[in-house]
DNA sequence: GCCAACGTTGGC
DNA sequence: GCCAACGTTGGC
């Protein structure tokens, strides 16, 4: 499983956003090739920090990817792609980029050296660190994930009651409010 | 197919 | 609001 980083700029559309609609949408409007080839290789539920640009500069959640690349409606020359994501968790406290900077660890971080890149690759390290700082506890979301991968996404979504049902241990999420 | 000029993004 | 770093466009 890969992990990624989805830079928005909350005017457009928000954690807020995000969060409604049972937490999913489309993540379209998506124009460089550079970031139309890294969402090509995303998987179903790759996991994604959601990252707030402009004024914010802040990774505030994780979403998962419910729907590989298919068409952007959006894109008048029919040549660009959009994924759908779910919400997963808000982060406990959101992670600045001034914050990210200062980590020793994490120096060679895509997201600094290609500011302008909207979707950006996330080692394994980096995944992990940004998680702990944002007071996500990792374990708690392979879980959601290994569950995840036994049916397509479509079929989570469908039978979201039995999966529910059927599963023990299962912790139920946090529903968006609003 | 090169490259200058222009546009855009996003951090500062 | 500025500017660096890219990306795109269009003339040649």
Same mark, same amino acid.
């Given at each position: 499983m890969s992990h990624w980083l989805l830079k928005t700029e909350p005017a457009e559309w928000s954690w807020e956003n995000q969060a409604s609609n049972s937490g999913v949408s489309k993540w379209d409007? /998506? *124009?460089?090739? !550079?970031? !139309? $080839? @890294?969402? *090509?290789?995303?998987? /179903?539920?790759? @996991?994604c920090l959601f990252y707030h640009t402009g004024k914010a500069k802040e990774v505030v959640g994780i979403v998962r990817v419910l729907k590989t690349l298919y068409p952007d409606p959006s894109d008048a020359s029919e040549k660009c792609g959009m994924v759908d994501? $779910?919400? /997963?968790c808000a982060f406990k406290v959101p992670v600045t980029l001034a914050q990210l900077k200062q980590e020793e660890s994490i120096k060679d971080f895509m997201l600094f050296r290609q500011p302008r890149l909207s979707v950006v690759p996330v080692s394994q390290d980096v995944w992990e660190k940004i998680c702990e700082l944002g007071g996500v506890d990792i374990s708690d979301l392979s879980e959601v994930s290994t $569950?995840?991968?036994? #049916?397509?996404?479509?079929?989570? /979504? &469908? &039978?979201?009651?039995? @999966?529910? #049902?059927?599963?023990? $241990?299962? #912790?139920? *999420? #946090?529903?968006?409010?609003?």
């Open positions: 409007g /998506v *124009r460089n090739a !550079q970031a !139309q $080839k @890294l969402m *090509r290789t995303m998987n /179903v539920d790759d @996991l994501v $779910k919400e /997963v $569950k995840a991968t036994r #049916k397509s996404a479509a079929e989570e /979504v &469908a &039978a979201k009651g039995s @999966l529910d #049902k059927s599963s023990k $241990k299962h #912790k139920r *999420r #946090k529903r968006n409010a609003s």
